[in-house]
């Protein structure tokens, strides 16, 4: 075995939970990940990553004000925007993913309650017991959240590495008054995302299916 073969057995035993066991984490793993995490790089060294992370407690009342202010909104605002179109191949890929998701849970195509109702599920970050609220301050522009992305990525392979079940959630960004009106998010910061940690509940059918990856020649041109 290489170190990159550990690599990959990490990074390939990671995928989105979407369905959680109640009972927390032990404080000490919360902040094994997040300071592993802090070895990611950025550029200048800025670390803009920020991040709030809840316990119970503090997690229900959160998911309480975001589920009233998606139930009620209708419409998101998300203080970074979300992309207006998947042109393709983006569309399929995300066709492809949003189908394998509602047939685990065997939720019919047209069924337009059940998918809100699934819909509605990340909004309580899918009962996970702790969620991270991850902000950067918006004055670094674009490459900021770049650094942020890539330490995002470190979170979750440091959390795989423990055996903590993760989802990254940028649908909790869409609703960023609800967040500010419960956090001390400062007002420098944009909110980006969320990030759902816990254990995985296991046989539960929105966590039995796995995305695929195209080639890397898709991806990558190599001269
Ligand atoms: C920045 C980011 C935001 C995401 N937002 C959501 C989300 O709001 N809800 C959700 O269920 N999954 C979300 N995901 C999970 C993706 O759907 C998932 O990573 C993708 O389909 C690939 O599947 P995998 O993570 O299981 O490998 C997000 C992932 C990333 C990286």
């Known amino acids: 075995m290489t170190e990159l073969d550990d690599l990959l057995a990490t990074w390939r035993a990671r995928t989105s939970v979407r369905a959680f066991r109640s009972e927390p984490l032990d404080r000490g793993v919360l902040e094994e990940i997040f300071s592993a995490a802090q070895a990611a790089p950025s550029w ?6 920020r991040a709030i992370v809840t316990s119970p407690p503090r997690t229900a009342p959160l998911g309480a004000a975001l589920v009233r202010a998606a139930s009620g909104q209708g419409f998101l605002a998300p203080e970074v925007p979300f992309p207006k179109e998947y042109p393709s191949p983006h569309r399929e890929h995300r066709a492809s993913c949003g189908k394998a ?5 065997d ?7 059940a998918r809100h109702d699934a819909w509605l599920r990340n909004f309580v970050f899918f ?67 969320g990030l ?14 796995r995305t ?11 001269l």
Request: proline share 8%; hydrophobic share 50%; net charge negative.
């Open 196 to 209: 759902a940690l816990g254990h995985a509940l296991d046989g539960a059918p929105a966590n039995a299916f």
């Open 212 to 222: 695929t990856r195209e080639p890397v020649a898709a991806n990558i041109t190599f």
């Open 127 to 193: 009962d996970a017991p702790h969620v991270a609220i991850v902000t950067y301050d918006a004055r670094l522009g674009p490459y900021g959240a770049l650094d942020v992305g890539i330490w995002l990525g470190y979170v979750l392979t440091a959390a795989t590495a423990l055996g903590v079940a993760t989802c990254p959630m940028a649908s909790l960004a869409g609703y960023p008054k609800a967040l500010r009106a419960e956090l001390p998010i400062p007002e420098t910061d944009v909110i980006l995302c």
């Open 107 to 113: 939720i019919a195509r047209d069924d337009q309650a």
């Open 44 to 49: 200048c060294n800025v670390q803009p990553w």
């Open 101 to 105: 998701l509602y047939r685990a849970m």
